[in-house]
């Protein structure tokens, strides 16, 4: 039998059983468009962590007290608390190293920030001037903080958008008091809306001198050390050179942990590449559980369509010719449920990304290929048993049932 | 010069404990261009014999030659083969594919066998105008009448031009006016040189054939060529 009158047999036999082929096909597109959609729901994670990281600024090194590991909590640092402080000093000692560009000492914490008769929790982050460029915010109003010694505690400070809008809302927040803790502190800039940045909301965030942090939080220790590189390729050394320094100032003690943003993105980068690899074999599970569906249907067309088999091996058709007819009913079956769900799914990707603008939700080409081969696949081989059955069919029995 | 020749062919079905002897030690002999009608009651093996006839059906011992060439030995693909160019089948219940149109039913052992479209169009074309079916190429066997329907299973049987042609009550599903049409038709085909079988319950029917075999318990009680002194069946 010649293949363009199989395939036109098989789309007459497809479209002979409407329901039927519809209820397969859906299965089929429901298992791919899930592959489609959940992958692109993992790798949009991925995307979304690894440009949120980079967001914070480009070639940084960071530096922070223990010696945890990338990975976070360390059960030891948990008995044993950090030996020394990550000072200031430390911090300003990093300025001087060959590579270096800029260093920003970091400390955090949270506090109530009050004016205008209202009041809040926020989170006072304590850096000197050179923070606002490193992490590229951009001031709306106003002016950066004082580009001085950092153990000097002026009273002013930077807030967010939101916490503006929040105290003031229409009325000019640039020269007022606010009482932060403590101490009143007059707002000398105010950051533009960015958006959300690492877990920290950046227009939630109120920016204060670090030594002025530091007192506030009636704490010596700094919650990290930021440094830029003069250029990408210098990290490594830089990095080197700040273990180093650091060390050296802890009299060779290594108690501080410093890490880059290129291994920290690296980590994000594998782990939930391999979340979205998870999330999609899920899926695939999906996509067994339509070709068993196939299976099914297409072991009902044969029992259904045993006269006719009957009839083809009468009218001279070898056994192989009608496993290839029923073969092609399910490889056309899968196929068309893995053409509507690949449409499906990028249409559910699509309207993902159209209710999360920021979410980048795009299936890599790596899982729609896999999706759409394993549909293909999986019909097929679930579409052996039910053929082999049609073909092995006993013409004079088979004749009889009509 | 024989078409069929049948010796000592057994064929036994193992119904649960007991063993059903549908044919026993059987002996025929048809030549080509013959007409013949079998006739006997329900499990007489008639059914089996046209099966057999067909190489639908395998017998556990005997041998069956046709055009003198011994089938039972050839392979299940092999005898479809021989069912392909050599015989063509016509049955009771019509055994149409619904979902094709009558023009693509008749084409189908064509189909099957991988002719070339343009080649199955023409002879399509032929055999609807010799069916007068010309009026119904594109309908479907649900859209046709029940005569209409048994032309379209004839014109099948028929487009590949095999030498012999089997056909089990074929009038069995029709009213007494249409049978005869098809009795006609398939009358018609015999005259042309098909060797015809016909298997009947229809005494009218099976009187018309030249030739009549009443089978009885998987023998042949009966055959009017070999006895031409003897009861001829009712």
Do not use: C
Not at chain 1, 26 to 47: E, N, P, Y
Not at chain 2, 79 to 88: D, P, W
Request: net charge positive.
């Amino acid at each position: 039998m010649r293949l363009a009158d199989r395939l036109h047999f098989a789309r007459a036999a497809v479209t002979g059983a409407p329901w039927r082929s519809a209820l397969s096909v859906l299965a089929m597109s429901i298992g791919v468009a899930a592959v489609v959609v959940l992958t692109a729901l993992g790798d949009g994670a991925r995307r979304y962590v690894v440009g949120q990281f980079s967001a914070i600024g480009t070639n940084l090194v960071i530096a922070l007290p223990g010696r945890t590991g990338t990975g976070g909590f360390n059960p030891a640092t948990a008995i044993t608390s950090t030996p020394r402080d990550l000072t200031v000093d430390d911090a300003a000692s990093l300025l001087r190293l060959p590579g270096v560009r800029r260093v920003a000492p970091l400390a955090v914490g949270t506090s109530e920030i009050a004016a205008n008769g209202r009041l809040r929790e926020v989170m006072v982050v304590g850096v000197s001037s050179s923070y606002v460029p490193m992490r590229n915010f951009e001031l709306a109003q106003g002016q950066n903080l004082p580009d001085d010694d950092w153990n000097r505690a002026a009273p002013v400070a930077l807030i967010g958008d939101k916490i503006r809008e929040e105290l003031f809302g229409p009325t000019p927040a640039l020269g007022q008091l606010v009482r932060v803790g403590d101490r009143r502190l007059r707002i000398i800039g105010v950051l533009k809306p960015v958006g959300q940045g690492l877990g920290m909301n950046t227009d939630e965030l109120v920016i204060v001198p670090v030594a002025l942090a530091q007192a506030l939080f009636n704490s010596n220790t700094l919650f990290r050390v930021l440094i830029e590189a003069n250029s990408r390729p210098a990290i490594p050394e830089v990095r080197e050179r700040v273990l180093q320094r650091l060390k050296e100032r802890h009299r060779g003690e290594e108690d501080v942990t410093v890490i880059t943003q290129d291994a920290v993105l690296a980590t994000f980068d594998r782990l939930l590449g391999a979340l979205t690899l998870a999330v999609g074999g899920i899926a695939a599970i999906s996509l067994a559980v339509a070709g068993i569906l196939v299976m099914n249907v297409m072991l009902v067309a044969v029992t259904q369509r045993t006269g006719e088999i009957g009839l083809l091996k009468a009218l001279g058709a070898p056994a192989r010719t009608i496993r290839r007819l029923f073969l092609s009913e399910a490889a056309m079956l899968s196929a068309l449920g893995a053409l509507l769900g690949y449409l499906l799914g990028q249409a559910g990707a699509f309207l993902l990304r159209q209710l999360f603008p920021v979410f980048p939700a795009y299936a890599p080409d790596w899982a729609v290929f896999a999706a759409l081969a394993t549909a293909l696949l999986t019909g097929l081989l679930f579409g052996v048993l039910p053929a082999r059955r049609a073909a092995r069919l006993d013409p004079v029995e088979a004749l009889m049932k009509h | 010069m024989p078409l069929i020749e049948l010796q000592q062919i057994e064929r036994r079905f193992q119904l649960g404990d007991t063993t059903v002897n549908a044919l026993a030690g059987l002996n025929l002999r048809i030549d080509a261009g013959e007409y013949v009608a079998v006739m006997g009651p329900s499990g007489s093996g008639k059914s089996t014999l046209l099966n057999l006839l067909g190489l639908l059906d395998r017998p556990q011992s005997g041998t069956y030659r046709l055009e003198n060439r011994d089938v039972t030995t050839l392979t299940v693909d092999e005898q479809a083969a021989v069912r392909s160019a050599r015989i063509g089948f016509v049955f009771q219940s019509f055994h149409l594919v619904p979902r094709l149109s009558a023009a693509e039913n008749i084409a189908l052992p064509m189909t099957l066998a991988g002719i070339a479209p343009a080649e199955r169009k023409a002879r399509v074309a032929e055999a609807l105008a010799a069916f007068g079916l010309s009026q119904r190429a594109d309908h479907r066997p649900d859209q046709l009448s029940g005569g209409q329907r048994q032309r379209v299973a004839i014109a099948r049987a028929t487009i590949m031009r095999p030498a012999l042609l089997l056909a089990d009550e074929p009038t069995g599903n029709l009213d007494r006016h249409t049978g005869e049409e098809v009795v006609d038709l398939l009358e018609g085909l015999n005259a042309q040189g098909v060797t015809l079988v016909v298997v009947t319950h229809d005494p009218a029917m099976g009187a018309r054939a030249r030739r009549q075999l009443v089978m009885e318990d998987g023998r042949l009680k009966y055959d009017s060529l070999a006895s031409d002194a003897g009861d001829a069946p009712r």
